[in-house]
């Protein structure tokens, strides 16, 4: 079983910086895919991107490619999310979440989440 701890959110304005980061326990933290996920209240979860278990593979919803980069330190069992050109609608609770399948960009697949952190982004 893995816990998750997201950190790193806050206000900002547009055109700014934030790295998120995600904190996991236990000692098989490196055998988990990790996703990036996002959600406004009154709609769905949605993809922002996923590494897999070695960090060789990731992928990006289209409306962050090139801004947000996801990376992996599997030694100290956290997984980042840098985010770059920051924009309004990039506003929303990020959640970090884990699983042992394959790359996913689906939140059904994922058995395990954290507990959210708040992105602002104001105009």
């Known amino acids: 079983q893995v816990q998750l701890v997201e950190s790193g959110g806050g206000l900002v304005q547009a055109g700014g910086s934030l790295r998120l980061s995600c904190a996991a326990s236990?000692?098989?933290?490196?055998?988990?895919?990790m996703g990036w996920f996002r959600q406004i209240p009154g709609k769905e979860r949605e993809f922002v991107a996923v590494?897999?278990?070695?960090?060789?593979?990731?992928e990006y919803a289209d409306s962050v490619k090139g801004r947000f980069t996801i990376s992996r330190d599997n030694a100290k069992n956290t997984v980042y999310l840098q985010m770059n050109s920051l924009k309004p609608e990039d506003t929303a609770v990020y959640y970090c979440?884990?699983?042992?399948?394959?790359?996913?960009?689906?939140?059904?697949?994922?058995?395990?989440w954290g507990q959210g952190t708040q992105v602002t982004v104001s105009s």
């Open positions: 590494i897999s278990w070695s960090g060789s593979a990731t």
């Open positions: 979440a884990a699983d042992l399948s394959s790359v996913s960009r689906w939140p059904v697949e994922y058995h395990y």
């Open positions: 236990g000692r098989t933290f490196s055998r988990y895919v």
